[in-house]
T-cell receptor
C-alpha cells in the first residue's frame, strides 16, 4: 500500500557539520508534509512543514526540500548540535482528505551527533 | 499556553482489564487525533475527533477500542479487555483546524 519511508535508519554526524535526512513518499496525491523530532521518552515535536506548491522552506537552522518529480523529501540541519540527537520522522497528510487530518508517518531516522 | 497534556504518562494493566487514556488539547484546539507507536517504529493513525464527533476512525481496531471527545473535558481513548499486543505508546495530538498537529508526551501502556 501507500507509505512513507526513509532511506537511512541511522545517521551519525559530527558536531558542527550539516545533517541531511531523507524521506521517500509513494503517494503523488499527498500535498502536505511535516518533519517531526522525537527524543527518547517524549512525543513528536514539530520542526517544519511544507506544502506541495513549494519546493523549499527554511526555518531556524532547518530547511526542508521537496522534490515532487521523484517524490522525495529531505530535512537539512545546519551546524548540528548534540541537542539535535533524536529520531526524525517525516509525515504526509492523508491524500483522501486533502488536509493534515490523518498523518502517515515513516519509520524514522536516528540522528547521532558525535563530539 | 500549555501544550497537549496526556495522563497517565505510564499505565500498567493486566490482561482483561480496561485502560483509559486521557488527552487535553491545547487551548483553542478543537481537533484531536490519537496515534499508536510500537518500539522503533513510526506512529500509526488511529482516530480523528472534533468536539462530540468522530471524523475518521479508520485506524481503530474494530473491537475493544473506542474514543470520545465530549463537549466538556478531555478526549478519552478506551481499550477494553486489554491484551499484551496492546502494549505501546499512545500519543494524542491537537490542532486548531485540520492542519499541523502538535503532540502530547504520550501514555506508555504496559499489559502484563
Amino acid at each position: 500500500g501507500e507509505s512513507v519511508g526513509l532511506h537511512l535508519p541511522t545517521l551519525s554526524v559530527q558536531e558542527g557539520d550539516n545533517s541531511i535526512i531523507n524521506c521517500a513518499y509513494s503517494n503523488s496525491a499527498s500535498d502536505y508534509f511535516i518533519w517531526y523530532k522525537q527524543e527518547s521518552g517524549k512525543g513528536p515535536q514539530f520542526i517544519i512543514d511544507i506544502r506541495s506548491n513549494m519546493d523549499k522552506r527554511q526555518g531556524q537552522r532547518v530547511t526542508v526540500l521537496l522534490n515532487k518529480t521523484v517524490k522525495h523529501l529531505s530535512l537539512q540541519i545546519a551546524a548540528t548540535q548534540p541537542g539535535d540527537s533524536a529520531v526524525y520522522f517525516c509525515a504526509e497528510n492523508s491524500p483522501n482528505t486533502g488536509t493534515a487530518s490523518k498523518l502517515t508517518f515513516g519509520t524514522g531516522t536516528r540522528l547521532q551527533v558525535t563530539l | 499556553n500549555a501544550g497537549v497534556m496526556q495522563n497517565p504518562r505510564h499505565l500498567v494493566r493486566r490482561r482483561g482489564q480496561e485502560a483509559r487514556l486521557r488527552c487535553s488539547p491545547m487551548k483553542g484546539h478543537s481537533h484531536v487525533y490519537w496515534y499508536r507507536q510500537l518500539p522503533e517504529e513510526g506512529l500509526k493513525f488511529m482516530v480523528y475527533l472534533q468536539k462530540e464527533n468522530i471524523i475518521d476512525e479508520s485506524g481503530m481496531p474494530k473491537e475493544r477500542f473506542s474514543a470520545e471527545f465530549p463537549k466538556e473535558g478531555p478526549s478519552i481513548l478506551r481499550i477494553q479487555q486489554v491484551v499484551r499486543g496492546d502494549s505501546a505508546a499512545y500519543f494524542c495530538a491537537s490542532s486548531p483546524h485540520p492542519d499541523t498537529q502538535y503532540f502530547g508526551p504520550g501514555t506508555r501502556l504496559t499489559v502484563l
